[in-house]
């Protein structure tokens, strides 16, 4: 019963998987496979000036985006989980940002924030926060952060449905037990509501360090890695390394090492929280 699914696995992430761990080994010449087995598209990538800011713009990626998202989430479940008409509404409405195509996402968040014409710079000159309209997506000091915050207005709303949905499901009689001994909200939250939801919790942050590792259309489309490559992340340099420039040895090589990095990553987080839940028990 399951074997299609096993066929439709190797045929379309193994297979891929094990053809870009070759292309990182092999070495291209005018576009040509010439040998195998050598490490020449790593020692190009590390000699790379561009690799190091690459990285830099990508740790502020992940990390921005997943620990923007995974706060948020929480503070907006913690609201909606409360039973009202008000809640019961908003809880359908959330997910408006989620439903939007990632091209229209981006396309629009473009164009609000253009340093011209764009409605945000607009609105914040006409409040007198600024002598004139800003340009979010023109400043290479500020345009990663500004690209952090449109991912995580894109990414919340589906995770803090998830976690409304574990925090409805802690048992009523842990809270009023909690709160006849004497604690607070606070107290409540953090020792009987946090505890309950620590495995989706755990599992909506790893979905969110993925999904921040592989998104590609959002920044490409709002600023295709400028200006001047200040908001290049591995997703696309990648793409642009593989179908701009055709060193498809460098760019697998550049996927190794993301998926090598995505992987630590994940480990490091699994194994402290696994390590805080065998405390608590």
Same mark, same amino acid.
């Given at each position: ?5 096993? *066929? ?10 094990? $053809?870009?761990?070759? =292309? ?8 040509? !496979? ?13 000699? $790379?000036?561009?690799?190091?800011? /690459? ?10 985006? @997943? ?8 503070? =907006?479940?913690?609201?909606?989980? +409360? ?6 509404? =908003? ?27 764009? %409605? ?8 007198? +926060? ?5 340009? *979010?997506?023109? $400043? ?11 991912? +995580? ?16 499901? /802690? ?16 107290? @409540?939250?953090?020792? +009987? ?16 360090? %993925?999904?921040?590792?592989? !998104? ?21 340099? %990648?793409?642009?390394?593989?179908? !701009? ?37």
């Amino acid at each position: 019963m399951i074997l299609p699914v096993v *066929f439709a696995v190797v045929g379309f992430v193994l297979g891929p998987a094990y $053809d870009v761990f070759r =292309l990182s080994f092999t070495r291209f010449i005018m576009g040509q !496979e010439v040998a195998f087995g050598t490490l020449v598209n790593f020692k190009t990538l590390l000699a $790379d000036p561009m690799f190091l800011q /690459v990285l830099r713009n990508t740790a502020i990626w992940i990390l921005g985006g @997943t620990l923007g998202c995974v706060v948020l989430g929480l503070a =907006l479940a913690t609201f909606l989980a +409360i039973e009202s008409r008000v809640t019961t509404v =908003l809880r359908a409405l959330i997910l408006l940002p989620w439903i939007l195509p990632d091209v229209v996402t981006a396309m629009a968040w473009k164009w609000m924030l253009h340093g011209q014409v764009g %409605i945000v710079g607009q609105t914040l000159q006409a409040l007198g +926060i600024t002598e004139r309209p800003m340009s *979010f997506l023109g $400043d290479p000091n500020f345009v990663m952060w500004v690209l952090v915050a449109v991912v +995580i207005w894109r990414k919340v709303p589906l995770i803090t449905l998830v976690l409304t949905a574990a925090i409805r499901n /802690v048992p009523s009689e842990l809270i009023e037990a909690s709160r006849i001994d004497g604690a607070n909200r606070w107290e @409540t939250f953090r020792y +009987i509501v946090m505890p309950q939801i620590a495995f989706p919790f755990t599992a909506v942050t790893v979905i969110s360090m %993925i999904w921040m590792t592989a !998104e590609f259309t959002l920044p490409w489309v709002m600023t295709g890695g400028g200006p001047a490559n200040s908001s290049q992340i591995m997703s696309t340099y %990648i793409y642009q390394q593989s179908f !701009e420039f055709f060193n498809w040895g460098v760019a697998s090589a550049m996927s190794v090492v993301n998926l090598l990095c995505l992987a630590a990553l994940v480990t490091l987080y699994l194994t402290v929280m696994r390590r805080s839940w065998s405390r608590k028990e």
